[in-house]
Every structure is written in C-alpha cells, then in structure tokens.
C-alpha cells in the first residue's frame, strides 16, 4: 500500500506548514492540499495568496474552489483538453462573451447554451445549424456534424483566471520557487529514507510525515539563521 506525503510549502521561506497523508491517487492530494489550506487558516490565521502546484491541481473544481471560494490566485498550469488535432477549429477559436453568456465562431455567429447542465459539469452551447449550413469554413468547423457545439465546464471562469496567470512573470517566478521547494521530497528519499514506512496505517503514515518534516523544518531553520562563516563574512563584507 503506499502513501503520499503532502506538505503544504511556504515558498518564499522554504518552510513546511502542514502535512498530511493521503493515499497515493490524484483525488487524494488534491483532497489534502483542501485540508491543509483550511487548517492552516484555522490554527494559524494564514492563508496563501497563490497557490503554486503542478496539472495535478488543475481540474476545474480544485480551481473554482481556489479562486470561488477561498480567493487564492491559482499559479497551477490548466490541463486542456479541449485543442483539436485533426486541423478543425478547437475551442480556444471561440471567443466566450461573459456579459452575453455566448460564444462567438470564427465566422463571427453566436453560439448559446440552454442552461442544461450535463454529467453534472459541462454546458454545451451550440451553433444555428441555418447558420453552419451556408457557411463557408464549415470544413474546418464541424464537417461531420450539422452544427457545431462548444463544451463548457461550469467551472471554466476560475480555469480562465488560472490561464490568464500562466506565462506571466509572476507565474514563471513561482514555478522557479516550487522547482527549488521540490528538494524536500528528494531529501525525504534519499536522506530521511522514507521511501519505507515503519508504522503502520494511515496514523502511523502521518506520524512518520510529521516527525519528516520537522526534521527538515528544523534543518531549514538553521540555515536561515546560521551566521556565515568569518571568512565568508569578510568576503562578502
Ligand atoms: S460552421 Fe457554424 S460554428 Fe463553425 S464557423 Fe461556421 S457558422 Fe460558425
């Protein structure tokens, strides 16, 4: 059975903040990292600005909970799944209009939705099939359909804010910080040797985590306040 050890990062400090298990699925971290971010918030009145992660953390709900509900920036690159590659227009050809709640083709129609929410997560708003009739890109469009049809998660607002982030310098910023932070989980392996639990279960998965993470805590705490060295000190004087 293995275990995935979740910490939840002050980037700029090096610091770990909380810890959790969780079993070693997707679903699970995700989980976690909501559990962290609350906790953290409840016991010590912090909350993170952003959150930088990697796609794990990209799907739609994770974001609209991040960005809807707890107004953290997502710094979490989006897993799109949406870009065609057969040549036909993918869905980043559309423009979505937020005001009227339409998207606009690349002949320049209206596509609408009815409302219908569909497997609990996605409206589809569909072309005029008098429209994609006569128009001439239909071919590039919708060659095997009568008319054209966008999915739309419901949460696709908070997927935009994480999109409109990334590329930015901000963003780039914080993937250079979580690519130094990614250092604790390699001295976890090869240094604390917690590739192997002792204890059993998912408490004794916790414990381990814990104790890891304060060793390493109080490893960083050295280095953040360890003087240099005279010789150093002089140089740098
Ligand atoms: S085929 Fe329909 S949806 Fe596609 S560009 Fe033409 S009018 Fe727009």
């Known amino acids: 059975f293995a275990y995935s050890d979740n910490y939840l990062i002050d980037v700029k400090f090096g610091v770990i903040v909380d810890v959790e298990a969780s079993r070693a699925i997707r679903q699970a971290e995700v989980g976690a990292a909501k559990t962290m971010i609350e906790r953290t918030e409840e016991r010590f009145g912090l909350k993170p600005e952003r959150l930088v992660g990697d796609t794990a953390y990209g799907a739609a709900p994770m974001l609209n909970w991040l960005v809807e509900e707890k107004g953290i920036a997502p710094h979490i690159p989006v897993f799109d799944k949406s870009k065609r590659d057969d040549g036909t227009f993918s869905r980043s050809d559309f423009r979505y209009d937020p005001t009227g709640d339409v998207y ?27 429209d994609c009739d006569v128009c001439p890109l239909k071919p590039q469009c919708c060659p095997k359909e009568p008319s054209r049809k966008i999915p739309r998660d419901i949460h696709e607002h908070a997927r935009d804010i994480a999109r409109s982030i990334a590329g930015t310098e901000g963003f780039e910023f914080s993937r250079h910080q979580r690519k130094k932070i990614e250092m604790n989980f390699a001295h976890l392996k090869r240094i604390l040797k917690l590739g192997r639990l002792r204890l059993r279960g998912p408490q004794g998965a916790q414990d381990e985590f814990v104790l890891a993470a304060i060793a390493q805590n109080l490893r960083r705490f050295a280095s953040l306040v360890a003087r240099p060295p005279p010789a150093q000190a002089l140089r740098s004087a």
């Open 104 to 130: 606009h083709c690349p002949g320049g129609k209206r596509l609408g939705t009815s409302g219908t929410v569909h497997e609990g997560k996605t409206l589809l708003y569909r072309a005029s099939k008098l």
